[in-house]
């Protein structure tokens, strides 16, 4: 609001008040990475969700230049990061638009397990050094390597479109194609995750053969509570 310029990142060591959607706690203990980026591109406020599908995908590029090659990366919609299935990041999106309905600011918050997870969570969580990551690798490699992902996949989009950002995370979305629960603020959905539409959407194909748009909602996974 006060006009910090596009690209700005701001880093904590540490959070006292991490939160994530719906105002739900983040457990922010040190050693893990905590981050949020202003960006301010020329576009609709309406775009500024296809910044959660950037992130991840930048992320998810940036933990496989520092984990072994045996940690499986996966998305889950609409803004979480999997490590072997188990969520290890988190992104949460909020933003500005003026009186036309353009953006004026995005703030993209960014909290990534790396040397730890809380051990009682809503999903199954874990962190990078649990799943095989060399103690060695910091919060500080993975930012470092983070911003070199997302400034690229940001070039990317600014030059082509959403287009190769849905299909980099369609390629490693956990759930495609398989049986889902989605939970609505008055309603529980059971379908099949067939695709993700150009603006973030998420289709549902439901038994009787119909298909929801879900554009915001929980995505519970077989074998999710």
Not at 98 to 107: G, I, P, R, T, Y
Not at 140 to 158: K, P
Request: proline share 6%; glycine share 12%.
């Amino acid at each position: 609001a006060e006009g910090a310029e596009d690209g700005t990142l701001v880093w904590a060591r540490c959070q006292t008040s991490g939160y994530g959607r719906q105002g739900r706690g983040w457990a922010s203990a040190s050693g893990n990475l905590f981050l949020s980026l202003i960006v301010r591109p020329d576009c609709p406020l309406s775009t500024a969700a296809q910044f959660s599908f950037i992130a991840a995908v930048a992320l998810g590029d940036a933990i496989g230049s520092v984990a072994p090659p045996l940690i499986e990366v996966t998305y889950k919609w609409p803004n979480d990061v999997l490590l072997n299935g188990r969520k290890a990041a988190g992104i949460l999106l909020e933003s500005k638009g003026d009186a036309d309905q353009n953006l004026e600011w995005l703030v993209i918050g960014i909290g990534a397990n790396v040397s730890s997870y809380p051990p009682e969570t809503r999903l199954p969580a874990t962190s990078l050094h649990f799943e095989g990551c060399p103690p060695s690798v910091s919060a500080v490699d993975l930012l470092e390597a983070f911003g070199r992902h997302m400034m690229s996949w940001v070039n990317i989009w600014l030059d082509d479109g959403f287009g190769p950002v849905r299909h980099a995370w369609l390629r490693h979305a956990q759930g495609l194609k398989e049986q889902i629960e989605v939970r609505l603020p008055n309603d529980t959905l059971h379908g099949t995750f067939t695709d993700l539409e150009g603006d973030g959407t998420l289709l549902l194909t439901l038994a009787d053969g119909s298909t929801r748009r879900i554009a915001a909602g929980d995505v519970y996974l077989p074998g999710e509570g």
